[in-house]
């Protein structure tokens, strides 16, 4: 674990350029009022630094480094470049990214910045560098905030640079001979067979279909070449800083950057998260995204970066969080394994876009139930020093790819309302709602100690991986796959043979068609153990090879034929999921394996209640979070100690609404 994280750190991005100096002290003093003990500085910052070009001032961030500094405050010094000063693009216009159907994109903004540009790269490279030089001993500096939320706004350009781009980028790939490019995007097709490299463009604006590998390759060369961005920016850090790690912030599920690569390239995984307070299902999607922090970072301890503390202001509608919403939720995150509970920004602004943003420091200051719910949760985070090393352990694993995900949204599908977060969710909920702990795994990536393995539309799958599956289920494993999964390779040709050839085996069975759905199309399906449940979306039709139905479909000319199928397989069972199934039939269906695979929940609690466990070698931490608006009581397997109110419990607890308790049993 690296040393920021071993106790829990409180703060958030702070932005003293925005205020004049007058403000600095009552930010410091507020700071430690709060418990504030790390903040992310200089994130926007560029402008100010270097207000014409190699015309560099520090000597306001030497101030607040060194205030921060004698106030007990860390920081997460950002590297200053997500977003370049207007000088950048008057001078250097191509430095603006250009839109799929050629629009350039100004500055006036933010992250206007062509990823290929070598004027925006000199420029960050050159204040990166001056950045870790200066403050390379300075006391307050622990870690390093690598520019911010990559490809946030601009996730692709398509310029003519960019293209010659990604031509030497295929090259990489491909070799030289562009028969094997032709080969591999399928171009035998509508004529798109291509003579020489420099044909080649990215997927701009065209009459209709673009080619679906190019716009595939595309997208795995956008990702890249905005990592390239981030790999300059550490390796400079890494060369005059070497101790100090480094992050860039991510987003979630966020569809344009691969984070398994990304975060393969980082020290520490850190994530921005928005639920939206007026949804109902907002804190599972967000506890989806903390699961998949962990296991980017492999289960090491991860940061909140960005949180609000009250509402944002960038939706149509901003819905604040109710009075304890903002504890209850940053709790969460702590649970599923965050060792930093942050916020943007420190103090809100006062002019610009983001004025209506909350803040730690409200534009009300301190008399405002803001500003004491976040005095409140810093002094609590004090007391939780311990839990520190403690790690969520889960045995169950989804199979979660970028690459899969990537093509199997690319248009011309069965269906185009197969949307890889939604069936992914499909399967996370349930599996939530009963308190069951779960990783996200890359395809290909060990499943030691999983027991149950789900792989939910897996389109893409890479050769090798029916082999591994194979061995995971004969050594004793449960899988779970979902219907429109192992259709096609890494260049998205189709595995033929039968639907999905490369799991054709493990699964005992044959889909002979796709059978999506009409618009407001239902069916349903009746199960072995004489339960009904809505399908919605798609079904199989399956041919059975040594798979036993579980499920049969209710209507339609596939009507009685298997819906959901279990198959042995070794000392293992692998089950098929033929149609996107209702909640409640997801909720069937996966107690049914999580009970064979011997998968439970730490301990039961009401409904509402979410469960989660943080262990090291010689304690368990159970988080007890009530996302209810009533009381609840939840009984205890044995005495526990609440860390947070420092009561003890002998054999039940009651937690208020969105009450929380971390008890040491
Ligand atoms: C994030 C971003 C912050 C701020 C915040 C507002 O996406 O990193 O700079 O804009 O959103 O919610």
Known sequence: MHKVLDHLRYGGDYNPDQWPESVWQEDMELMQESGVNLVSLAIFSWARIERRPGEYDFAWLDTIMDMLHAHGVGVDLATATASPPPWLAHQHPDSLPVTRDGTRLWYGSRQQYCPTSPDYRQGAAAITRLLAERYREHPALEMWHINNEYACHVAECYCDRCAAAFRAWLQRRYGDDIATLNETWGTAFWSQRYS???????????????????????????SDTILELFEQERDILKEVTPDKPVTTNFMGFFKPLDYWKWAAAEDIVSHDMYPDPSDATAHIQASATYDLMRSLGHGAPWMLMEQVTSQVQWRPRNIIKGPGQMRLWSYQAVARGANAVMFF??????????????????????????????????????????????????????LFDWESWWALEIE?????????????????????????????????????????????VLYQVHDGLAEQLDAFVANGGRLVMSFFSGIADERDHIYLGGYPAPFRKLLGLRVEEFAPYAEGQVNGVYSDEEDQFGTRTWSDVIALEGAEPIAHFMSDYYANNPAITRNSHGSGTSYYVGTRLDGAGMGWL??????????????????????????????????????????VTIDLPRPAHDLISGEDHRSRITLGARGVAIIRM
Do not use: M
């Open 196 to 222: 020489e490299w420099d044909e080649v463009i990215p997927p701009r604006s065209a009459p209709t279909f673009a080619n679906p590998t190019q716009q595939l390759d595309w997208k795995r060369f956008c």
């Open 345 to 398: 920004q420190w103090r809100a602004s006062r002019s610009g876009a983001e004025k209506f943003h909350g803040a730690l420091v409200p534009h009300g200051g301190k008399e405002t139930r803001t500003w004491r719910e976040v005095v409140e949760l810093g002094q609590e985070l004090k007391k939780l020093k311990e839990i520190t090393a403690a790690q969520v352990k889960a045995e169950v694993a989804i």
């Open 412 to 456: 011309c599908k069965p269906s185009a309302e197969v949307r890889q977060l939604e069936v992914a969710f499909d399967y996370y909920a349930p599996l939530f709602a009963a308190n069951i702990a779960i990783d996200f795994v890359r395809p290909g990536d060990a499943l030691d100690g999983y027991k149950v393995v789900i792989a939910p």
């Open 590 to 631: 996966l107690e049914r394996v999580c009970r064979e695979a011997g998968v439970g929940a730490p301990l039961s609690a009401p409904f509402g209640v979410e469960v989660v466990q943080r262990r090291d070698d010689s304690h368990s931490y159970t988080f007890l979070l009530n996302h209810n608006l009533e009381e």
